[in-house]
């Protein structure tokens, strides 16, 4: 199991219509709106490294209104 | 957001009351904001971490706390716990918003700095901490706006998402020259509110005064109503007062993006 975070960067305003998004990409666990210089952090648990990149790089930087994302893998 | 009473600034019987505020940030737009309440009597507190901008702040004989805004103790050390509102204006948005978290909960009425547009609409739809959010670029934008088109309108200020007050200067090929204010018909949306004769101070309209090119107008409006208004009074072609209202702007925010 591969537990990882990723920091979404939104370029637009409708962030609840981005964490919908988000949260139907298989693998997702949970997302949340948030206050600082990203705008959105969601968690995913998947069985391989290369599921999570497909998730981040594929998946949520394909949804309209993401700019970039950051992704961080889990150590514990 | 939640309404400050504190807020007003003249009180039943019309005395003036000066309020103490804190700001973060005496960069730009921090030590400009904080020299504008100075000058109206109000007593300002900043907070900053940098050196130089400390040096520079206290060169001015402003107050300043040494240290970073987004921290409890600095915080009260800034006497936030005594404030009437606090402006979280730093270049940095985890910083402006833990502080207006730490402030909302000590009872101040919070204003936090944004740096993008697209955040205004997220903060202000899930920041509860935060009573009203500030993107200094918009208003820079309104004041190249300005003088881009060259003086016939000019945006005084955004009111809510859908309302702005705007000034107006007639021209000799608006449809209403020659008209006096009482026979003035604007949109239903739209309200005049003040009026002033070419070369004289604006002031309340008089309804017997005739509408002449170079007089100026006060208007506020919703901005669905924006460039009617606009071409009654100034006389523009529908397309080009829709373009000067930015009615094709996607944020929904005014013509001001």
Same mark, same amino acid.
């Given at each position: 199991?591969?537990? =990882?975070?990723?920091?979404?960067? &939104?370029?637009?305003?409708?962030a609840? @219509?981005? @964490?919908?998004?988000?949260?139907?990409?298989?693998?997702?666990?949970?997302?949340?709106?948030? =206050?600082?210089?990203?705008?959105?952090?969601a968690? =995913?648990?998947?069985?391989?490294?290369? =599921?999570?990149?497909?998730? &981040?790089?594929?998946?949520?930087?394909?949804?309209?209104?993401?700019?970039?994302?950051?992704?961080?893998? &889990?150590?514990? | 957001?939640?309404?400050?009473?504190?807020?007003?600034?003249?009180?039943?019987?019309?005395?003036?009351?000066?309020?103490?505020?804190?700001?973060?940030?005496? %960069?730009?737009?921090?030590?400009?904001?904080?020299?504008?309440?100075?000058?109206?009597g109000?007593?300002?507190?900043? !907070?900053?971490?940098?050196?130089?901008?400390?040096?520079?702040?206290?060169? *001015?004989?402003?107050?300043?706390?040494?240290g970073?805004?987004?921290?409890?103790?600095?915080?009260?050390?800034?006497?936030?716990?005594?404030?009437?509102?606090?402006g979280?204006?730093?270049?940095?948005?985890?910083?402006?918003?833990? #502080?207006?978290?730490?402030?909302?909960?000590?009872?101040?009425?919070?204003?936090?700095?944004?740096?993008?547009?697209?955040?205004?609409?997220?903060?202000?739809?899930?920041?509860?901490?935060?009573?009203?959010?500030?993107?200094?670029?918009?208003? %820079?934008?309104?004041?190249? $706006?300005?003088?881009?088109?060259?003086?016939? !309108?000019?945006?005084?200020?955004?009111?809510?998402?859908?309302?702005?007050?705007?000034?107006?200067? !007639?021209?000799?090929?608006?449809?209403v020259?020659?008209?006096? !204010?009482?026979?003035? *018909?604007?949109?239903?949306?739209?309200t005049?509110?003040?009026?002033? $004769?070419?070369d004289?101070?604006?002031?309340?309209?008089?309804?017997?005064?005739?509408?002449?090119?170079?007089?100026?107008?006060?208007?506020?409006?919703?901005?669905?109503?924006?460039?009617?208004?606009?071409?009654?009074?100034?006389?523009?072609?529908?397309?080009?007062? #829709?373009?000067?209202a930015?009615?094709?702007?996607?944020?929904?925010?005014?013509?001001?993006?």
């Amino acid at each position: 199991m591969v537990t =990882a975070f990723v920091m979404i960067k &939104a370029n637009t305003g409708e962030a609840d @219509r981005l @964490r919908d998004s988000i949260e139907t990409i298989e693998g997702v666990q949970s997302a949340h709106i948030v =206050a600082g210089d990203v705008d959105i952090i969601a968690k =995913a648990q998947v069985e391989t490294p290369a =599921a999570v990149k497909n998730i &981040a790089a594929t998946q949520i930087q394909g949804i309209d209104g993401v700019e970039n994302t950051q992704t961080y893998i &889990a150590m514990d | 957001m939640a309404w400050y009473t504190g807020a007003n600034l003249l009180t039943r019987a019309g005395v003036l009351v000066f309020m103490r505020f804190v700001i973060i940030g005496a %960069g730009r737009v921090g030590l400009r904001t904080a020299r504008v309440l100075r000058d109206e009597g109000h007593e300002v507190t900043l !907070i900053e971490r940098d050196e130089s901008k400390i040096r520079r702040a206290r060169t *001015q004989e402003f107050s300043v706390v040494e240290g970073d805004g987004s921290r409890e103790e600095i915080l009260e050390a800034a006497d936030v716990t005594n404030a009437d509102a606090l402006g979280a204006l730093t270049g940095d948005l985890n910083v402006n918003f833990t #502080a207006c978290m730490i402030a909302n909960h000590y009872g101040c009425r919070t204003i936090m700095r944004i740096d993008e547009a697209y955040r205004e609409e997220i903060y202000r739809e899930y920041a509860d901490e935060v009573d009203e959010v500030i993107y200094p670029e918009r208003l %820079g934008a309104i004041g190249a $706006k300005n003088a881009l088109l060259g003086g016939t !309108i000019r945006a005084i200020a955004d009111i809510a998402p859908h309302l702005q007050v705007v000034e107006l200067t !007639i021209t000799n090929g608006a449809p209403v020259n020659g008209y006096t !204010i009482s026979e003035l *018909q604007l949109p239903a949306d739209a309200t005049v509110l003040a009026f002033g $004769k070419h070369d004289q101070p604006l002031g309340i309209p008089d309804e017997d005064l005739s509408l002449e090119d170079g007089d100026r107008l006060v208007v506020l409006a919703d901005f669905d109503v924006l460039s009617e208004v606009r071409q009654l009074l100034v006389g523009e072609s529908p397309g080009k007062a #829709a373009a000067n209202a930015g009615s094709d702007a996607t944020s929904g925010t005014g013509g001001v993006n």
